[in-house]
């Protein structure tokens, strides 16, 4: 295509196009030349900061070797202070960090160097781990005094096992753990020589101490806790607690059989427990416990009331007595019994108690003993095979420096002297690099000349082409504004009489829709006066409905007050018969309260008031009697005013039936005259609407039909405009003021 056929857009791409094209290859071309350069520089200084690293790395491993050859010469290093990771050391963090990276991108022949030199370099740093490992400072006597020391704490442990076995008075071994012959050696000063200079020994000696001083605080605890028990008292105790509630049950039976012979032990001194509580066994438990001689001493005076008052009740049943057999149960028997088994029970629980404590003091030994000593032991081995693994370190630590350390720091020190003869040869040289400088700035200078002709021809004939080409544009906008303006005229004066006719029709449905209101507002106030008024009848025959039903449920609630008050007398005869019987079984309940015991006595006191409520209820169902038989009198008399209150209430009915009957007719006639004047009324509004919305959309029309012609006039001006710059000054002010006097008048206001 020829450069005059092409569109002024496919102009300017193309001649700003091969412009840029230029500039970006010269810049491209400068970026790159000058990167070329400043990379070289680094190049340069890369390498020399390459064998300096190189050099420092050589002379440290010498350094390292040297700590590691004091710790085998020197009496005075007992530790190796050396860094022991090959990735760690300084070497090591370089050789598998960044540096290394760079320094194989800077000379990528050092790569096979930088892998050879890795597994010399790890075997050397691992070497000082074995040495380090090997090596301990050695004390010839301490295995043999760990393991006594061992054997010592097993013996101890056993005499507390004993105590448990053999019942024992009390715990007599050392508490204190830093008293025991281990504990005075592990807080001193020699037990500090005999590991220094050696971590795992020293370790060990500190780790130990915890678990010795809790094995000697449990043996603490275990003397605080334990208590010597009795064995069997629990077992006799609750036999003789057991004997004596059979023994007031006994007495009870007799009681209430009236028999004479009441066949139990009167003799406090006699009975089982009486004979126990006389023996040496009573005595030798008293003087171990305090606490069970005071409840023993305590309990002998209830006890001789107890056995005494069977006799006094033998004799009132053998005189015919037995309400006085009773009396005497209830205010000697049953509180005797009562103190003897709270006595009995105290001592149960105290032996308890002691039992409770030996078992807690078994179980700190079988738990929190156990566990110390076997961590004790434990710790103590290790410390034993520490000492003995120490007195063969040295000469181990000594091999493997002369086989593994210096043949690998040999043949690292070679390496690295390699490593820097190979960096000398591949770092680029300065003259290479200022070659390569001047290239770079001859082929900038070069293009930007090219770049700047090209510019000055393609601008010389842009500016050709886009003058013809505007002024051919500006007389079509011209014709076409000219047509736009004058049908816009048109449209606005037929907008105009649209809107001044529907305005009118709008008004008088307005006026028609006021006066459509007012009716439907009558009807509607009419309808609800008459909806009111058919409520109110509808309620007053609920009324007089529901005080009808009340009446009748009232004369038929007498009839059944009738019938119920024969019942009722039934009834309070019967509760009559049950005090009566209540009255005999609350006397039987009192004996059997009596055989309980002490846990009978709440149950005896339950039992009289059971008899007081029996007489109180057989006196209430006296009075009631009475009372409804006063009131069945009244209910006869009223029967007869009920039967004619309810026939008055059936006439009253009848009448609001029919009144209610002709409001509702009424008020269901206005309801459906006021639901047809709502439905005039709503569709002339719904008219009315559709008119004033007919006359706004003209209006709108017409307004934008006068804008639309005052845009064409501006568009028309914007032409004439355009002309004047495409044709010049003179000529383009002579057509814009031909313009301005042919212009329309514009369209008068709506």
């Avoid at 000696?205 to 915890?210: D, G, N, Q, V, W």
């Amino acid at each position: 295509m020829a450069w005059r056929d092409m569109t002024i857009g496919r102009k300017i791409a193309l001649g700003f196009g091969a412009v840029l094209v230029l500039l970006c290859a010269a810049g491209v071309l400068s970026y790159t030349g000058v990167g070329g350069i400043v990379h070289n520089a680094g190049e340069v200084i890369q390498g020399n900061r390459l064998d300096g690293v190189l050099a420092q790395r050589e002379l440290d491993h010498l350094n390292w070797a040297n700590k590691v050859n004091a710790l085998l010469t020197d009496d005075k290093v007992n530790q190796l202070h050396v860094e022991t990771d090959p990735r760690k050391c300084a070497f090591g963090k370089w050789l598998h960090g960044e540096g290394r990276r760079e320094a194989e991108k800077l000379v990528p022949s050092l790569a096979p160097l930088f892998k050879e030199i890795e597994e010399p370099h790890n075997h050397l740093h691992t070497s000082a781990v074995a040495i380090g490992e090997e090596f301990k400072p050695a004390n010839a006597s301490l295995p043999g005094f760990l393991a006594e020391k061992e054997s010592d704490h097993l013996k101890w442990s056993a005499q507390i096992c004993m105590l448990f076995i053999t019942n024992g008075a009390k715990l007599t071994v050392e508490s204190d753990p830093r008293q025991c012959a281990f504990g005075k050696w592990l807080y001193s000063e020699d037990a500090k020589a005999a590991v220094a200079g050696n971590p795992e020994l020293e370790r060990l000696l500190e780790a130990i101490k915890e678990p010795h001083a809790k094995l000697h605080e449990s043996a603490a605890a275990i003397g605080q806790i334990y208590k010597q028990v009795h064995p069997g008292l629990i077992t006799t105790l609750m036999a003789r607690l057991d004997d004596h509630r059979c023994w007031a049950q006994k007495v009870s039976e007799a009681i209430i059989t009236g028999r004479s012979d009441l066949g139990v032990e009167t003799d406090p001194q006699k009975c089982a427990f009486g004979q126990w509580l006389n023996s040496q066994e009573a005595s030798d438990y008293a003087q171990g416990a305090p606490a069970l001689a005071a409840i023993f001493n305590d309990i002998k005076e209830p006890h001789d009331k107890l056995h005494e008052s069977a006799i006094g009740i033998q004799a009132a049943l053998r005189a015919g007595q037995p309400e006085k057999a009773q009396a005497i149960f209830k205010s000697v028997t049953l509180p005797a019994l009562s103190l003897v088994a709270k006595g009995l029970n105290q001592a149960i629980a105290e032996e308890r108690a002691l039992v409770e404590a030996q078992d807690k003091a078994k179980r700190i030994y079988t738990t929190t003993t156990q566990e110390h000593l076997e961590a004790t032991r434990g710790l103590l081995a290790q410390m034993r095979a520490g000492a003995e693994k120490a007195l063969e370190g040295q000469s181990k630590a000594r091999q493997v420096y002369a086989n593994e350390t210096m043949p690998s720091l040999h043949k690292v020190q070679d390496l690295l002297h390699e490593l820097r003869a190979e960096s000398r040869r591949n770092i680029m040289t300065d003259q290479a690099m200022l070659d390569a400088a001047q290239n770079t700035k001859l082929l900038v200078s070069l293009i930007s000349a090219v770049a700047m002709a090209v510019g000055l021809v393609v601008a010389f004939f842009l500016v050709r082409g886009i003058s013809a080409v505007l002024r051919s544009i500006s007389q079509r906008m011209g014709e076409g504004a000219e047509q736009v303006a004058a049908a816009s005229g048109q449209v606005a004066g037929a907008s105009q009489s649209l809107a001044q006719g529907a305005s009118e029709q709008a008004a008088s449905l307005e006026e028609t829709s006021s006066s459509m209101e007012e009716m439907a507002s009558m009807t509607r106030q009419n309808a609800d006066n008459a909806r009111q008024a058919d409520d109110l009848m509808k309620e007053a025959s609920q009324v007089v409905q529901e005080a009808n039903n009340s009446m009748k449920q009232l004369r038929e609630a007498m009839g059944k007050i009738t019938a119920a008050s024969d019942e009722m007398a039934k009834i309070i005869k019967t509760i009559d018969e049950i005090a009566f019987q209540t009255n005999l079984l609350a006397l039987n309940a009192a004996v059997e309260a009596a055989r309980a015991g002490e846990a009978g006595a709440g149950f005896a006191v339950v039992a009289d008031e059971v008899r007081s409520l029996a007489m109180r209820a057989a006196e209430a169902a006296k009075n009631t009697t009475q009372l409804i038989q006063d009131n069945m009198t009244n209910i006869k008399q009223g029967s007869g005013l009920v039967q004619t209150t309810d026939d008055a209430f059936g006439q009253v009915l009848n009448s609001t039936e029919k009144v209610g009957k002709l409001v509702g007719e009424i008020a269901a006639a206005s309801g459906q005259q006021s639901q047809g004047i709502d439905q005039i009324n709503q569709n002339t509004t719904t008219m009315d609407q559709v008119t004033q919305q007919v006359a706004a959309n003209a209006e709108e029309s017409a307004a934008s039909s006068e804008e639309m012609a005052g845009q064409a006039h501006a568009l028309q001006e914007m032409v004439h405009e355009l002309n004047a710059m495409v044709q010049g000054s003179k000529g383009g002010g002579k057509r814009r003021r031909l313009a301005e006097k042919e212009k329309p008048p514009l369209l008068p206001e709506p």
